[in-house]
């Protein structure tokens, strides 16, 4: 499995983003899914899942009532939209997927920065 992250870039605070993560190889044999994001100087933390079959979602307290998270399986894409983007919200955004193996994939990270 193959991810590509795509979306990010500069946008002031209280602006909006949405990344999106597409999927190649074997996508069918995808799980979960999530967003993880990394801080300079930080360590990489839980944004959102969303895990079948009912395409449940989970947040970090850090994004509810601000991020969502979805999936459309027929794109073999996940995405994130940002709104209300704040300062702290800069960070290399990362999307992982889970196989009915439990073997996790990563993609490579797009970058958001947020000026205040």
């Known amino acids: 499995v193959q991810l590509v992250e795509s979306g990010g870039g500069l946008v002031q605070a209280g602006g909006s983003l949405r990344l999106s993560c597409a999927a190649a190889g074997r996508a069918f044999s995808i799980d979960a899914m999530g967003w993880f994001r990394q801080a300079p100087g930080k360590q990489r933390e839980l944004v959102a899942t969303?895990?079948?079959?009912?395409?449940?979602?989970a947040y970090a307290d850090s994004v509810k009532g601000r991020f969502t998270i979805s999936r459309d399986n027929a794109k073999n894409t996940m995405y994130l939209q940002m709104n209300s983007l704040k300062s702290e919200d800069t960070a290399m955004y990362y999307c992982?997927?889970?196989?009915?193996?439990?073997?996790?994939?990563w993609g490579k990270g797009t970058l958001v920065t947020v000026s205040s």
């Open positions: 969303i895990t079948p079959p009912g395409s449940n979602t």
């Open positions: 992982k997927a889970r196989d009915r193996s439990g073997t996790d994939y």
